[in-house]
């Protein structure tokens, strides 16, 4: 049996306080399905970059704070929250250069956004403001419990690690992709249309969802992506 792949996870960060932290949740999640966990935070020198590119078997974009619509050609809206262009500068460039490096990438919340924009997809900045139609999405539920259903495309990767085409998971967010980019394939929508997952096709694994697997881990779909992800690693 060959060493557990190294999964990093890339950190939210309080401008205000100055300090970088990741909730527990990504880092049990890795582990229970067979990585090991390794905390990245943001650098900006290119040679740092390829360092990290080089370090991980795979790369994990946790959740957090808005990105910025900058990076996505747009002025700010009244609703846009709180931003690090620190972070959204380290976390673009990284995921170019795992991409490029052919290494699986799992983004979770504003991961799916993240991976969205790097690729040339745009945003909804704020759900509530544009898209009024929309669900709830950020629920008042506790995070362990599933707020909305999910819809699957048949035949997609993502149903396949799934093994469902349904699902319900939980939501937190108030951003959300608008315009995929060129390359992604959206395959996963909530009942209002909302994408809710992306994948790259042509690559082993990479996979962007809007929901927070983490943080359901009694769920087997939740399980059962961490655990394709991490062997994607180990390849």
Avoid at 9 to 35: M, N, S, W
Avoid at 93 to 106: E, H, M, R, T, W
Avoid at 133 to 146: F, M, T, V, Y
Avoid at 148 to 164: F, M, Q, R
Wanted: charged residues 20%; contains cysteine; glycine residues 10%.
């Amino acid at each position: 049996m060959g060493s557990r792949p190294i999964i990093g996870i890339t950190l939210a960060h309080d401008p205000e306080k100055g300090r970088f932290f990741c909730r527990e949740a990504y880092l049990d999640a890795v582990q229970r399905a067979g990585g090991v966990p390794v905390l990245l935070p943001p650098v900006q020198k290119q040679d740092s970059l390829q360092v990290y590119r080089d370090l991980v078997a795979g790369l994990l974009l946790s959740g957090g704070g808005d990105l910025h619509p900058s990076f996505f050609g747009e002025d700010p809206c009244w609703k846009l929250g709180e931003v690090s262009l620190v972070r959204d500068k380290f976390e673009i460039a990284l995921v170019k250069l795992v991409l490029d490096a052919g290494k699986p990438v799992l983004g979770i919340c504003r991961g799916i956004q993240v991976l969205n924009v790097a690729l040339g997809g745009t945003l909804y900045q704020d759900l509530s403001s544009q898209a009024p139609a929309s669900l709830q999405h950020i629920q008042r539920g506790a995070r362990k419990e599933p707020a909305h259903e999910v819809e699957i495309k048949k035949g997609s990767l993502l149903a396949s690690v799934l093994g469902a085409e349904r699902i319900w998971v939980n939501s937190f967010h108030h951003q959300a992709v608008k315009d995929v980019a060129p390359s992604l394939e959206a395959v996963a929508w909530s009942a209002d249309g909302v994408v809710e997952a992306v994948e790259l096709p042509g690559h082993d694994f990479v996979v962007g969802v809007q929901w927070h697997p983490e943080d359901l881990l009694e769920e087997e779909h939740a399980v059962a992506l961490f655990r394709a992800f991490v062997a994607a690693a180990e390849q």
